[in-house]
């Protein structure tokens, strides 16, 4: 080390020992002067016995009546510093105490010290505390009496107290401030009376001095000391490495699921695996690639996939549940298998032939055949009339049907609380249940395409493709060829169970010539107002963006009506007043009466431009050919629902025209038939009180952590403004979910309530399935002047989830709390598969449509404009990323606008539910290990389970109907949101610029 011009070594930094230590600088006086002192060979370190007289602490206080010479400083530590010495003379023998010198002492600055210091010197106190955070080097403090001193220094975070026996030479009560390394005495500073300069034995005190005994013994322990800390380092290391061995071997095994729903979820995912794909070049094909093979596909289905093979399970559990006779049930339930029983029944069907549709058809002021099929050369078709308003009348409230013109009730897109009147093109075109297990289309394409989804009432997590008129390989002219020769044949069976050929003036060829001739004049007349339809929805669609539907215009019947007359006079027709009579005519089967000048009707642009083109149509065609439409149009939907000679017929007419879609058996027909029109019904049959107990807590808690998750994910968004933020905090928070079944549903006499006015009759399947949709009919038109009660969107037998936007709720039905979507074992399993479908649901309320629907369901500005523009530039990333995916088994790209709502829900919901996973571990620790995937962690598991979630087959045929719904097909649905996930590439360690790791990824939440 360096030394000083005293020649004193460099000491260890003075630093603050805390509080059980002030650093206090005390100087012991225990004898007189004239005693004997030790001589100058005498140790000056660590042998106390040596020095006579040694008092204890409490002895400081003892005056002296000797002069004090103290010694100060006279400027800073921080440079070469030489220190003065300060004389201070007792007054008396008693006294000892000299003001002088104590303030001189006080003059030392706060910075000279590092911690608090105290002087004690002759019993008098002195007080320096420091004020500034300075630490200084090497700085030794020590008061001297001439017997011994006590001093303190520093020594790491160590105060090390140290006792030395002073050289006789040194004057009474003398006192130093030394910095070692940098104090340097006075050149003319005269000699001592030994001899000795301020060098060896001054009025500084020469700590660390070459000639120090004390710094001479201490640098001969430093080897030892050195020694000491190396062993004691080594022992620590010891004994560090063997409670690491003793861990490492005693480690308790890990724990390895060995439950029954953890073996199944083992099983499921190693056979639905193709392990020799690379999971970060093709991962769906990783997770499903042998997923067909392990479930094969069903005739009755053009597509399979997990959600339909538990739909298929769900229909075998009601169809169970509808041939057991269980005693003390509502009475709904007992309706319920009535109906079902009264459909399984074909004996009776056959043997009631078609007269229960020709009833029918009369009560709706239809003949038994068309009238067109009698028509002769000299036909008067001006002398003809039809009420063909009339009749579309009665067929909406006797059968629920829309025949021209489209009529619902829903809430209002400003006020979710009330209801408000909706018009356009025809909405439910079959209120009667599918023949095949493929879902009946609910809440059709008008409120899909011509109102964004808004006032449609839920989005749902599924793809509606079997909704659609699905595209097949046959072409055009083909397809319009089974249809009509189906059309002809269904109309020549009405005219054989009429006795048309006996009451007709025309031949058998004749009348078979009309049959042909009716059934081509109704495919043109269905064409063409089709393309009404479909035209006008498209132009629509391309021409508008999401803030038009902000404002969707509102009318009176009187505005309706002027309109749609100058359009049918432009168009060459004659005008008629159509709507206010339409109206009035729905509303007399209810309680309900409409104020025409108040009560103003929904109609978008383009179905306003459908309601008078049709107007004009109509006014143009002869009213025999309207009748013919109506009557086939009705025809059609029911007498699939009678006879086995008219099932067979239109089964064979559907295989034709979509091959790989053959019908399911009877009693999965007649189970989905009854799900379908009393669902409620049949879920009494399924809920117990074990979900309510024990399922649905859990089910809470993983929404409200997603929905956490999304929050966090939100305030990260640095697209969105503060106020933004807030408001969609807001509405996270007031988000409902409705989980399993109404909590109604077991509570006694809920449920015959529920249905109350429908009756059921074992012997008559389709006047039942009539009964039921007139009850409902009425049930919309009367509460029409209600309050919305905020109703559930599907029944709980329904393999879907949904979200309603202008209720701002999420549906999830009791099946789809079950295995393979829950109850998988683990929850990382859990996690990725429900909680990316409730996520999904989550995320919906913020996607492009439902970002346009506040807390409350309002569809209102709720979003700063600056945030919209980010929001929307946004997802033009999602768009060209979807839009780039091909399908080659169609030589085709997907429509990434099409499908953006359902994508931003997709990649929103996996994080989320990844999110939550990862704070549902932390709270609750580790989880065990999936058998035969011990080697996986957690977020491994997670996606594997999300990507399982999409295994699924497809025909061509399904293929090209996904391409025209707005989710992209479930291969897509995996890859876009995996690709979009920083966290996938990582668990599964994939190497940047991979397929599954690409540069680009697109986030919105």
């Known amino acids: 080390m360096a030394t000083s011009r005293l020649g004193m070594r460099r000491q260890s930094t003075l630093r603050h020992p805390g509080d059980s230590h002030r650093g206090v600088l005390e100087a012991y006086q225990t004898r007189s002067p004239e005693s004997g002192l030790p001589g100058r060979d005498q140790p000056r370190l660590g042998w106390p016995e040596a020095c006579t007289g040694m008092g204890k602490r409490e002895a400081a206080d003892v005056q002296y009546p000797h002069a004090a010479t103290a010694w100060t400083r006279g400027r800073s530590l921080r440079g070469s510093t030489a220190f003065e010495p300060v004389t201070c003379l007792s007054k008396s023998a008693g006294s000892g105490r000299d003001p002088g010198c104590t303030s001189r002492l006080q003059e030392l600055p706060d910075a000279s010290f ?104 201490y640098k001969k322990r430093i080897p030892f000391l050195v020694i000491v800390i190396i062993l004691l380092l080594l022992l620590i290391a010891f004994i560090i490495i063997s409670i690491l061995y003793v861990l490492a071997t005693h480690r308790k095994p890990v724990h390895t699921c060995r439950s029954r729903e953890c073996l199944r979820s083992a099983a499921n995912l190693a056979l639905s695996m193709d392990t020799s794909a690379d999971p970060c070049d093709n991962f769906y094909q990783f997770v499903c690639g042998n997923w067909g093979s392990d479930h094969p596909r069903p005739d009755a289905y053009r597509s399979y996939d997990w959600f339909r093979d538990k739909q298929t399970k769900v229909y075998s559990i009601v169809r169970d549940f509808l041939n057991r006779n269980t005693s003390h049930q509502p009475r709904a339930v007992r309706q319920a298998k009535d109906m079902y029983h009264a459909c399984m029944d074909t004996k009776v069907l056959d043997k009631l032939g078609l007269k229960p549709v020709i ?120 397809i319009a060829e089974i249809h009509k020769i189906f059309y002809a044949e269904l109309m020549k069976l009405f005219v054989l169970e009429a006795g048309g050929l006996k009451s007709s003036k025309l031949t058998e060829i004749e009348l078979d010539q009309n049959v042909i001739l009716a059934a081509n004049e109704y495919y043109e007349m269905n064409r063409d107002l089709y393309d009404l339809e479909t035209d006008n929805s498209t132009a629509e669609l391309e021409s508008s963006d999401d803030a038009g ?118 009693s999965l027909h007649c189970a989905n038939a009854v799900n379908d029109m009393m669902g409620m019904a049949v879920s009494y049959g399924i809920a117990d009180r074990h979900f309510i107990n024990v399922t649905k807590p859990k089910i809470i808690t993983m929404i409200d952590e997603l929905k956490n998750s999304l929050a966090h994910l939100v305030g990260q968004a640095r697209w969105m403004d503060d106020n933004t933020k807030l408001a969609t905090y807001q509405k996270i928070i007031d988000m409902k979910s409705l989980i399993g079944f109404p909590d109604w549903l077991l509570e006694e006499g809920k449920l015959d309530e529920y249905y109350e006015g429908i009756e059921i009759d074992k012997e008559k399947h389709l006047e039942n399935l009539i009964n039921i949709n007139q009850v409902k009919t009425k049930n919309v038109l009367n509460r029409f002047r209600g309050v919305n009660n905020f109703s559930w969107a599907t029944d709980p037998t329904e393999v879907n989830a949904y979200h309603t936007f202008q209720e701002n709720t999420i549906t999830v039905p009791m099946v789809m709390l079950q295995h393979p979507f829950y109850d998988l074992g683990l929850d990382s399993l859990n996690y990725g598969s429900l909680g990316t479908v409730l996520g999904h649901e989550i995320t919906h309320g913020f996607d492009n449509f439902g ?57 929103g919901g996996l994080r989320e539910a990844l999110a939550a996973l990862k704070h549902h571990l932390k709270r609750r620790g580790p989880e065990p290990k999936l058998p035969g995937f011990e080697s996986l962690t957690p977020e491994q598991l997670f996606f594997l389970s999300y990507g399982n979630l999409w295994c699924g087959v497809s025909t061509r045929e399904s293929l090209l109907a996904e391409l025209e719904d707005e989710h992209s097909p479930q291969q897509f649905r995996a890859r876009g949101a995996l690709q979009n996930s920083a966290e996938f590439a990582r668990a599964w360690r994939c190497p940047p610029g991979s397929a599954m790791n690409p540069s680009k990824r697109c986030i919105i939440f």
Not at 125 to 145: F, G, Y
Not at 627 to 634: A, D, F
Not at 882 to 896: A, F, M, N, Q
């Open 851 to 907: 970002r346009q629907f506040d807390k409350n369901g309002n569809m209102l500005p709720w979003w700063s404009n600056s945030t919209i523009e980010s929001f929307v530039n946004m997802t033009q990333c999602f768009i060209d990323q979807y839009s780039g995916y091909y399908v080659p088994e169609l030589d085709d790209h997907l429509d990434g606008k099409q499908t953006l709502g359902e994508n931003i829900a997709d990649n």
């Open 549 to 666: 539907y902000l404002n969707i215009p509102d009318y009176t019947v009187n505005e309706i009506q002027a309109h749609t007359d100058a359009i049918v006079e432009s168009n060459n027709g004659t005008a008629s007043p159509i709507w206010q009579k339409y109206l009035e005519g729905l509303f007399n089967v209810s309680n309900t009466v409409l104020d025409f000048d108040s009560d103003k009707i929904l109609v978008s642009d383009p179905d306003l431009r459908y309601m008078s083109l049709m107007a004009a149509y109509v006014s143009k065609t002869p009213p025999v050919v309207l009748e013919l439409y109506i009557w086939v149009k009705v025809v059609e939907v029911m007498s699939v629902h009678t006879t086995t000679e008219l099932r067979n017929l239109f089964q064979r007419a559907y295989e034709q025209a979509q091959p790989h879609d053959p019908a399911p058996p009877r």
């Open 114 to 217: 590092h911690f608090p210091v105290l002087f004690r010197i002759a019993g008098t106190t002195v007080s320096i505390r420091r004020t500034r955070p300075h630490i200084l080097q090497n700085v030794l403090i020590a008061c001297v009496s001439p017997i011994r001193s006590v001093y303190y220094y520093g020594e790491g975070k160590r105060v090390v107290r140290r006792t030395d026996c002073l050289n006789p030479c040194w004057g009474p009560g003398q006192a130093a401030i030394i910095r070692t390394g940098t104090a340097s005495a006075k050149p003319n500073t005269p000699p001592l009376k030994n001899g000795n300069d301020l060098r060896e034995s001054g009025y500084l005190i020469a700590v660390g001095s070459r000639t120090s005994r004390f710094r001479r013994k």
């Open 359 to 478: 009833t029918i058809l009369e009560s709706l002021g239809l003949p038994p055949y068309p009238t067109f099929i009698n028509v002769t050369e000299d036909f008067d078709y001006s002398a003809y009339t039809f009420d063909w308003l009339d009749t579309v009348i009665k067929v909406k409230t006797q059968i629920g049907m829309d025949v021209l013109i489209g009529f619902d009730i829903y809430t209002d897109p400003k006020n979710s609380s009330v209801y408000r009147l909706i018009m356009g093109s025809p909405e439910t075109t079959n209120p009667f249940p599918s023949t095949h297990t493929e879902r009946k289309r609910h809440n059709g394409r008008r409120h899909f395409n011509d109102f964004k989804g808004f006032i449609k009432r839920a989005t749902d997590f599924l793809s509606k493709m079997e909704h659609k008129s699905s595209k097949s390989d046959l072409d055009d002219e083909k």
